[in-house]
């Protein structure tokens, strides 16, 4: 991980650009109980995220707050490790799945947690899913938390549009994963007033992108959105996906980006910061 340049905190963006053709999440409870409920499958390059968070967790940190902890996969690696770990999620079903000690709560709200009661607040992949107030709330609170340290993941300047779906059932359009906000390194440089930057950095295997006026003929004209079967519609909670206007663009559209020299960049970005 390189070294980040330091920032004032009062001169810098805090809030990284709002996607606005993403759907609003009208309840991201049910949304979320729903996805884990279907379950996960966990990928080899997930592995390695979740291997690579785990080394960049400073060695003076041994309580740990997990915030959006998701299916636990972390947090349950890390307890493994001996540190001490608790779980937070606004998830039930999420938590379920966490084998330590466990606190549902929203990322804006961590009622209940003292004021720099834990060495290192963590975050990974959880971010990127809040709408405005919440984001804004969950940086105040991590803020408050942490006692010597922040570790946060998210998407590398994810290409938004390559993730969007459409409802069969109601014809919402949303991001398949629940994703709200794109990132890049600049907007992590500088977010809590308490806490100085260590560093930021791209990591991951680097990922092909989809071509872009392919991407748009594919959605816009072919009306050929992406599927997750594990994603419901977060208006009526539907798992069916839309058909495509024009099923065969579409396949064109696949079949000549895969045959393009293709933009490459690491998947997600990680940034420490340390207590002033």
């Excluded at 300047?157 to 994703?179: A, D, V």
């Amino acid at each position: 991980m390189n070294q980040g340049s330091r920032t004032n905190y009062e001169t810098r963006r805090t809030t990284p650009i709002f996607v606005r053709e993403v759907s609003p999440v009208v309840n991201d409870q049910a949304f979320y109980d729903l996805r884990w409920a279907s379950g996960s499958i966990t990928t080899e390059r997930e592995w390695n995220r979740i291997t690579a968070t785990i080394r960049a967790i400073p060695p003076d940190c041994h309580s740990i707050l997990d915030v959006g902890t998701g299916n636990g996969l972390l947090a349950n690696e890390l307890a493994g490790t001996g540190k001490s770990v608790t779980a937070v999620d606004i998830s039930e079903v999420a938590l379920s799945k966490v084998r330590g000690p466990t606190l549902l709560r929203s990322a804006d709200n961590l009622e209940g947690v003292a004021d720099r009661s834990y060495d290192l607040v963590l975050c990974t992949e959880m971010l990127e899913h809040l709408e405005h107030a919440t984001y804004v709330g969950a940086l105040r609170e991590f803020n408050r938390v942490a006692r010597r340290a922040i570790l946060i993941t998210v998407p590398n300047r994810e290409l938004m549009r390559e993730h969007m779906g459409l409802c069969g059932h109601c014809g919402s359009r949303f991001h398949i994963w629940g994703h709200r906000r794109r990132f890049t390194q600049d907007d992590l440089e500088t977010l809590f007033p308490s806490f100085a930057t260590a560093w930021v950095s791209a990591f991951g295997d680097q990922l092909p992108k989809y071509n872009w006026p392919l991407l748009w003929m594919r959605t816009a004209i072919a009306k050929a959105w992406f599927i997750d079967e594990r994603s419901p519609c977060p208006e009526c909670h539907s798992f069916a996906p839309a058909a495509p206007k024009y099923p065969s663009l579409a396949r064109l559209c696949d079949l000549l980006n895969s045959n393009l020299p293709k933009r490459r960049r690491e998947p997600w970005l990680m940034a420490l910061y340390r207590v002033r």
